[in-house]
Structure formats: C-alpha cells, structure tokens
C-alpha cells in the first residue's frame, strides 16, 4: 500500500513518524498508525514495547520528540490532556486512576458532569455505573475497592463521557472471570458508537474481543493482522516468548 | 445519591453555634474574653484561607501570609488614605486575590511541583517581608501614608458604618461583626465545596492526572482556588489591622505562615471545623504559656505539632470524628440494629 492510499478516507486517528525518545532509549520508534471511525484495534507487544507510552503521546500525557497525531483529522501533537480529551478521548490506563478518597458515585459523576447538566450528569453516573456492574459499590470509597473493581470504575468514568475514541491499557488486568466476561461485552458494546483501542496481554480477552490487532516490539509496528492470523505467527509467539518458542518448537 | 448541603446536620450546628456567640457573646461573657475572642475570631478567618486551598484543593502554600500582610497593609493604606474602612475592606479581598491569580498563573501554568511550590510561596512571603522592612524613609509612602518600615503603620482606623467615617464599631459590635465575617466565609467555603467546583477541586487533590483526563483545566482551576484561598486570608489581615489598630512588617513574616500550617495540621486537613479549632486551643495555649517565663510558647508549640503528626496523623476532628462513627455501630450492634458504618467525609 502506497503512502497516497493509507492516507485516504477518514480516520479518527492518525500518526505519522510517532517518535518518542527518553534519553538514548526509544519507547516509539516512527509509528504510523491508523484507526477508522467505530473501530475496534487490540493492540499486542511485550512489556516495554512502548504501548502505554504510546497511548501516553496520544492522550498530551508525554509530548512526542518527532512526527504527528491527528485526532478526527485535527493535528493534536502537543496539546494539553485536557484538551485533546476535550475532542471526544476517554483513557482508562494501565494502573487504574481514580480519585480514591470519595466514592465510586462522585468518581463517575465527575466523568459525567464535564459534558453535562447536573441532573443529566447524575442520570447518566447512575445508569453507567449500574451498566458496569457496579451498582452495589456505589456508595463505597473507591481506595477501598479491589484492583478489579477499581478497574471497572476506571471504565465507567471512561464510558460516562461518552468519547468517541476510547483508549483502554489493559482493562482485563486483575479481574474475575464474571467480571472479564462483563468487560468484553462493555467494550464490544462500546465499539458501537466509538472507535476503540485495547492493550491487552489476556489472550482469551482478545479473543473474545479482536478481530483486527496491531502487535508491537521495541517501539515500532511489528505485525498488523486478523487475530487468527497474529496467534499462528511463529514470529510473534518469538517476541512474546522468545527461545522458549523455539524449544517447544 | 447527592447530599444536600442543606440537610448536613454538622453544617447547621455549626452556624447555630456561631450565631448564637455573636449574639448571646458580648451579652454573657465579659469585654476582656470577648477582645480575645476576637482575636480567635480573625485568625480562624485566617486558618480557614489555607484550610480551603490545602484541605480541598491539594494547594499546600508555605507562604498564606503573603496574602495575610498584604490585605492588612492594603486595608491599613486606604483605610488612612479614605477615612473610611468599607472600601478598604473590600480591597483587602480584592488585591490579595488579584496578587494570588498573577503567583497561581506562574506557578500552576509553570507546572511547579507540590515542592517547589512550597518553596516559591515561602520565598515571596520572605520578599515582602523583607521589603516592608526596607520601607522606613518617607519616600515609602502610598497615597500619603507612609509604609514605615519595621515600625510599621500605627493609628489604623476601627472599623466604621459605611457611609458615616465617625461611627466607628465598639469592642462588641466590632466582635459581632467579625463573627459574622467568620460565619459567612464557613458559610461560603461549605457552599463552594458542596458545588461542582468544589468537587472538581476535590478530584484535583485526589489525582490530578485523571481530573486532566477527563477534561478538566486543572491549572486554570487551581489558580482559582488559589486566588480565593489569598483574598480570605487578606480578609483576615485587613481584619488583623483594625483589631490591633497597627500593622508591622512581622505580618508577614515566616511565624504567621507557620502557625497557620500547625493550625490546620491540628485541626486537620480536609475541614474547616477542625482549623479553627486549632486556632482556639493552640492560640489560648501560647496565651497561657505567656505567663510562664521559662517557656517559649513556639518551642513548645513546635513540641505539641510533633505529638499531634505522630499521635493523630489525621488532625483533631477526623480522628474524633473516626472514633466517633466506629463507637456510634458498635453501640448500634450491641442494641441489635442493624446498618453499615457510615463513611467518614472529608467536609465536617
């Protein structure tokens, strides 16, 4: 595919050269990334692949050393956070940011009241929260919580502002089966009215989820494929597994 | 789910309380306690200015009496210059907070860490107090007043009714009034707590990285919270002026910020019952340990702030109010009645 033809249609993201550098290491190396309107990428690497540092670049977090983020075809590179999620962003990162010291109730309404009235804002906490399958926790303060539910509080407050792309490092991280279950169908259910990327290392999760995944190493693009494809690549089973591969080869 | 500020009991009884002191106070408790208790009065304003922006809005200023010094010197100026102290008590709000917007705007938009946030605060606390020092000669005079150095400003006028410069407020009026003063900002701060922004602000505190994830500006907040963190605490100086009917560079030296830091550190942080009572116990302490002479009442004071981090970590009322709750269900299990334990809020 020719430079001329990935640059075709509209996309509601867009990277070109992504770099980001910390000193001599490299933690995105040129990625040039692409996701259609209501899509649903999972994205796969081993640790330090520089997928959070690269959901980091998108979301203002880390202003990137070379290339470009388009965000509904708007150049965002080296907006503020606040901002850029102002453009439709929801981010549910790797270890789950909340507000520990009130409850799950204010932590989702405060997701909610940034795009909304005050009665809608409590309307739509309530009705996310019971969506999430957390309504038994909603008076609870949320540094009491277990890391699955604050996981799941994390994608409510996500869910509760309504963004149209959604970022999520890996969700399934600490769950119940009951509550990875519950996960896959909110995020498959929010992939249909929002673009949607996932980090994810929970093979069985992909599964339920992927179809279309993007796989990194060292930085940079290394395989992008339907899932069958990505889980029968000798190549990829090397990166994640490295000579064990080999010798249960 | 949301409760009403309205329907918070402790809210209520709390302004109960301070009406009844201002009305039933100068009528039961004789003139020489009321002058201290005013005193009590303009410092709780004070410990409530640094209650709010560390409690509520993760601002921890090593330097509130910036602000303190600056509302009484603007207060002790115009006061002088007009003849006149309504104005000026509305500009000892106004320029501490016009000040604290330009210092925020630096330092939230410059991205300073909690640290060097600190230092920056308790370096210009030092700069202006420094400069008022500095400000003896006549040429150091604004609208006619001179700054005079360490020797400060003297004959600043009490308190008068607007519109008639020479009916000026007795000791009891001029208590009454200061309660008020004290009654409205509680009234105010618990009003602007329980709104949206008060509950961004506490979100802030709580994890900034996600409040700018969900889309909130948390510079341009802070500033705010900030700024009317420093106009209650000129309030106070301006305050602070007319009861002493004289001000001094030590307004604001580093003592005035430190007591307000112990002050809150007591009571605890996160309410705003909790500061003044801290204001109350450590300030009739250092009064009684006056009359001791082999005491330093800020060696000692030091002493009870090192017992109080290590004994109650959380400060006075959180802790009793901990307690409280926790013996309140164990009672209510020995009776038989059922219910969960009530969280324990961060507002008092």
Known sequence: ?249 | MERSLTRDPGFWIMVVIGLVLLIMGPILIDMFTIMQITQYVVLSVFALSLAYIWGFGGILSFGQAAFFGLGAYAFAVSSISLGDTTLPLVLSFVIPAAFGVALGYFMFYGKLSDVYLGVVTMVVTLIFWKLANHTAGPEYSIAGVRLGGFNGIPSIPTINIPGQPDAWLDPAQLFRFFMGVLIVVYIALRILIASDFGRISIGIRENETRAALLGYDIRRHKVIVFAIGSGIAGLSGAMWATYQSFIDPNAFSMEMSAKALIWVMAGGVGTLLGPILGVIGLQWLTLQMGMVEFLNSLVVLGAIMMVLVLALPKGLVPTFKSLGIAGWTLWRRGRGVSGGVKKVTSDD
């Open chain 1, 1 to 249: 595919m020719t430079d001329a033809e990935k640059d075709k249609g509209y996309r509601i993201l867009r990277t070109r050269g992504l770099t980001m550098r910390f000193g001599g290491v490299t933690a995105v190396d040129n990625v040039d990334f692409d996701l259609r309107d209501g899509e649903l990428r999972c994205l796969l690497g081993p640790n330090g692949a520089g997928k959070s540092t690269f959901f980091k670049c998108l979301t203002g977090q880390l202003v990137p050393s070379e290339g470009q983020v388009m965000l509904k075809e708007q150049p965002i590179t080296g907006r503020n956070t606040h901002e850029i999620v102002n453009m439709g962003v929801g981010i549910k990162t790797q270890v789950p940011n909340v507000f520990d010291g009130i409850t799950v109730y204010e932590n989702v309404r405060l997701s909610a009241r940034r795009k909304n009235t005050a009665g809608i804002a409590r309307d739509v906490a309530e009705a996310t929260i019971e969506k999430c399958g957390i309504k038994h926790l909603i008076k609870r303060e949320v540094g009491q919580l277990a890391h699955g539910q604050r996981q799941l509080v994390e994608l409510a407050m996500v869910l509760a502002s309504a963004p149209d792309l959604i970022l999520l490092d890996e969700p399934a991280a600490g769950m119940t089966g009951d509550e990875r279950d519950r996960l896959a169908q909110l995020v498959l259910e929010a992939a249909r009215s929002a673009a949607v990327i996932v980090v994810e290392h929970d093979m069985q999760f992909i599964r339920q989820i992927a179809k279309f995944v993007t796989v990194f190493n060292r930085g940079a693009i290394f395989r992008e494929a339907m899932i069958d494809d990505i889980m029968r690549d000798r190549a990829v089973q090397e990166i994640y597994l490295g000579k064990q591969a080999d010798a249960a080869a």
